[in-house]
């Protein structure tokens, strides 16, 4: 074949791509944008430093969820295990830090916990070709049974300065947010990662082209499992005990999250700012109810109904057309 | 033998015995003789009926479940209908009708009303079913908490007293209403031709959209189906619990998917069959009251039941892989 | 140039499947600097051997040989390595990723663990320039049409620089320019040494780029041999195993002056401001590049996407059908082009497939009876010539016999108006002449055809008139007597902006 030529006048292409992946995003990021300039202006408090830090460690384990379930929706797959997981995570910090293998301990068997839930559960899924509904809805028992018998009442114990670091009045949620985010970028210029969009769009062709199709989805697996303990081990910091039913209502916002920020259910359709963009949109929402006074059975009902026509608009809108 | 498998008697008979639905009614009496010898009294016809009994309830609500899922679809609101049901009947006790009937009636024409809002979410606003039914759920549970506070509602509808203890000619009032419901939803499914445009829809939804298929009604039909089939199990559940909670429907949720699926019906649509369900139910009662027989704590019972659907998973439901 | 080693080849190859023979004892050779055309009827096993070459599947019996060595186990890494690049009819692409990152895609260039973007964009663009891919590198996928990301995907074959090139049917969904460029590139690509395996439906693209064929009838191979000397005649014969006879039956006008639909104004997807009448009895063409328009115009008329119009007639009833129930209550029937998405319902039964429009016609809860159905379904099977049980699922069917199916399932319905998307993409020589006579037979008895076609022949021959759309606007209505394959081109490029009256 001919030498490569022309070398030279390609240019930059990682930047464009980047840019190009903002299409599809910019009008719900609009949105996000309207709702925290209504939000600042109806409660002030959001431009300290306090209210900032309160405000981003509500939205950080809905992030750190929407994201877990992104990435499983971008592969292909979904989990409706979510909030199973977070709540082993959270009984796994409550039971660990304080005890002997401190915090750093804890730290690493919450991680490890979350890694290792997530390859199985990829692994059952990918390689035994069982579907991911039914699989992760019988593991979301099995993961929350697990955390019954870990801590069959709320309990345990988050020593206290790790708690004031992640859910006081510092910004330490955000920067772990950008962190984490970073981290994501850099797995997604990764080969294993960028082939994540060929696995579940299109697994047979990518197969064909030589990608690790089931490799690059059990790591997608395990990511989310991480994620998810992670998240549980942020909401444990932020209630200082564990409770192994704290994570039950984050399998629903989890996908809410993800199918706001445009996720789509037959894989490799959205991106991951999409997500991150939807689960702050939810956690605007719950903040404003909150804040106005809802109930918390009122804001199910809201919140359910918000969801809906959330999802439903703009695909009326594009049915109109 | 080999005349026999050769002949065309002998190959429908093998079709059968190497059909899921008979798979699954091969284990469910593999697990039964089994566990019979193992534990004492679990084999006894009582108990063995009573196990039918329970699996009705999972038997009602996973007819509807086998429809949505035929038809490409999943309901994750089945459990809050349930709810919605066992909840809401008692509130709706008429002085004026003795039998209790209208009642009844009345709350089935709700949760069929909730099921056909599901499905014009699915049909018209396009929302994914999961989202539509989750969120559905959920509006549902807090709705559910406003209505009936916290505390548990006693039933005094007569009707439901009796489809939950009556035991005509021995055989319980709830199976039989199963085997009613049973034999209507498998002609539905496969000697109708509303049958066959579920399974149409639900293998290449375009492709039946091209073909004529009426999709839009098809699956306002469907869940219209499966939160008319809630709402029957409510009933059941309520009349064989004396009384109706918040919460009382939420083990059906896995609890008929999973039956839905060991009972060989495609999770991805458009193959199937409930004669697959009906054992898929059974089983699954069987293996909550051995669950119960071992008398372990909440946390190892959730785990073992997990566990056991997805061992059962990977007997008997592995997809084979499509296009 | 028989003595230089084939650089990829099978030795006596046989495979089954589910105990059916598919391949018997087949024999290939891909030399270097030949293009080798593999021809054969729909079912024949080319698809099979292609697989057999590229390591998806290993043969029964036979070998593989990379450089005159035989390969034991051959695998699709193994088959990577060696150079081996494969341009499946089903694509490999993903729609949310850029051009680039779908061409380096399972190779690509790596720096400290990361992909490598600025070697990644020159060798991508360098691929691309082959082929004429001038888009930014940048580009979604999802937002190319069809036939450029048929370029994507020769591109990224080339990406990794091939030895030997194995073509599936490239230019079905390619236009007229882009075919030409892949011609072109072929035949560089020849010259530089590459060993190329081309398989095409298309005899005269065959015919003017290949110097070798090899045909395969029902898994044998019944000819290897070089192609000078031979014409397409000769070829078919080869493929059918007789006389082709004339592919297309004699043109006989049976049009009546009577129009089945007439529309003014007629806006649905990209088609704008479209005046149409389709007469009863005539067979009209609908012409053009891919993807100006057509496809949305019979969709439009069929009620499956929303239409506007200013006034419509559709068999007597004033105003467009609106849904794709109502028109076929209207008499209307639409056949697509993708038989696997839109036109069968794969993992069903045959007959379920056929007897698909009568249950949606019948009221919901009206009992079926299985034993009709069966004798409808063979009886339509009989017609079209559909062998084989019926309840096998439609998927075991060959290409041809599934289009046959998705033409079958209306039969019974005696539609008026028959919409078809390019019928005869992908389909063996055989069950195209069927088609063809099938619908001059229709056309006779009074019904409407419309042809959307991407196969120009096929136009000029079968049609009485042949509408050409551009940019969503019927260009040039092109008459029996003005029809002739450069006009219908010239036409669709634009070239001379003639408008002939309907």
Known sequence: MNTPSSANQSGALYWPVQLRRNVGVR????????????????????????????????????????????????????????????????????????????????????????????????????????????????????????????????????????????????????????????????????????????????????????????????????ISGLLSTGAGLFVAAQTGSGDPVIGAAFTLNSIAAAVLGGIGFLGGQGTMRGALAGSLLLSLMISVMFFLGFTPVAQYVAQGLIIIGAVAVPQFRKVQQ | MTAWIESAGGRRALTVLRSRPFLTVAIVAAVW????????????????????????????????????????????????????????????????????????????????????????????????????TLAMATFLQGLLIIVAGGSAVTAENPLVHWLGNARPAGIPAGVLLWVVVSVIVLTAMH???????????????????????????????????????????????????????????????????????????????????YAGTIPGAILLVTITALITVVNASPGWRSILFGSLILGLLLLSGREQARR | MQITAPLLAARGVSKSFFGNPVLRDVSIALQPGRVHALLGENGAGKSTLINLLSGALRPDSGTIEVDGRAVSRMTPAIARQAGIAVVQQELSLTASLSIAENIGLGAYPRRFGLVDYPELAARAKAACDLVGLHEPLSTPVGHLSLGRRQMVEIAKALYRRPRVLILDEPTSSLSATETKILTDLLKRLRGEGIAILYISHRLNEVMSLCQHVTVLKDGTCTADRTLEGTDAAGLVRLMVGRDPGDLFPRWQPSASPANAISV??????????????????????????????????????????????????????????????????????????????????????????????????????????????????????????????????????????????????WMPHDPLVLLLNDPTRGVDVETKREIYHMLRNFAAAGKAIVLLSSDTPELVHLCDRVAVVREGRIVAMLARGALSEEAIVSAAMGAGQRKVAA
């Open chain 1, 27 to 222: 009008s719900l990021f609009a949105v996000v944008l309207v709702f925290l300039v209504a939000y600042g202006i109806l409660f002030p408090g959001l431009f300290t430093a306090a209210g900032f830090a309160k405000f981003t460690q509500s939205w950080f384990p809905l992030a750190l969820v929407a994201m877990a379930q992104a990435i499983l929706m971008l592969s292909g797959g979904i989990s409706l295990a979510i909030g199973a997981t977070v709540s082993l995570g959270a009984v796994i910090a409550a039971t660990t830090m304080a005890g002997p293998l401190g915090v750093a301990g804890g730290t690493a068997a919450v991680a490890l916990t979350g890694l290792g839930i997530g390859a199985t559960t990829g692994f059952i899924v990918v390689r035994l070709r069982l579907p991911a509904i039914v699989v992760t809805l019988a593991g979301s028992f099995i993961i929350g049974g697990a955390a019954l018998l870990i801590l069959p009442r709320p309990g345990g114990a988050i020593p206290a300065w790790l708690s004031d670091l992640l859910a006081g009045n510092t910004p330490a949620a955000f920067a772990l947010l950008l962190l984490i985010v970073a981290l994501w970028k850099l797995y997604l210029a990764t080969p294993l990662g960028l082939s994540l969009y060929a696995a579940g769009e299109n697994p047979v062709g990518a197969y064909r082209s030589g990608v690790p199709v089931d490799g690059a989805r059990i790591a997608a697996y395990a």
């Open chain 2, 33 to 132: 003789i089994v566990a019979s010898f193992v534990s004492r009294g679990f084999g006894a016809y009582g108990h063995l009926r009573y196990l039918i009994e329970l699996g009705a309830v999972i038997g009602l609500v996973a007819a509807g479940q086998t429809f949505v899922v035929i038809a490409g679809g999943i309901d994750l609101s089945v459990a809050a209908i349930v709810t919605v049901s066992a909840v809401s009947l008692p509130l709706l006790s008429w002085q004026a009708d003795p039998t209790g009937i209208t009642a009844i009636l009345a709350i089935l024409a709700l949760t069929t009303a909730i099921g056909l809002v599901n499905g014009l979410g699915v049909a018209l606003l396009r929302v994914h079913p999961m989202i539509m």
């Open chain 2, 191 to 273: 000697a109708t031709s509303l049958g066959a445009r579920i399974f149409a829809m639900g293998a290449n939804p375009l492709a039946a959209a091209l073909s004529g298929v009426p999709v839009t009604s098809t699956t306002l039909t469907v869940y219209g189906i499966s939160g008319f089939c809630s709402g029957l199990a409510g009933v059941l559940v309520l009349g064989m619990n004396g009384q109706g909670y918040v919460g009382i429907g939420d083990p059906y949720l896995l609890a008929s998917i999973a039956a839905v699926v060991l009972g060989g019906t495609s999770i991805l649509g458009g193959r199937g069959t």
């Open chain 3, 264 to 409: 003014r104004n007629f806006s649905a997807g990209l088609m704008r401001d479209v005046d149409l009448d389709i007469r009863t009895g005539e067979v009209l063409g609908i012409g053009g590049l891919v993807g100006q328009g057509q496809e949305d115009l019979l969709l439009g008329l069929y009620g499956a996407i929303p239409a506007r119009t200013a006034s419509a007639t559709v068999n007597g009833a004033s105003g467009l059908p609106g849904g794709v129930p109502k028109a076929n209550a209207l008499g209307l029937a639409y056949v697509p082009a993708d038989r696997k998405r839109e036109g069968l319902h794969l993992i069903h039964p045959i007959i379920t497939n056929m007897m698909l429009p009568a249950f949606a016609r019948v009221p919901a809860l009206k009992l079926r009876s299985r034993r009709a159905e069966r004798e409808i379904a063979r009886g339509l099977a009989a017609q079209l010539g559909i062998k084989g049980d019926l309840d096998r699922s439609a998927q075991a069917l060959s290409g041809g016999n599934q289009q046959k199916v998705a033409l079958a399932k």
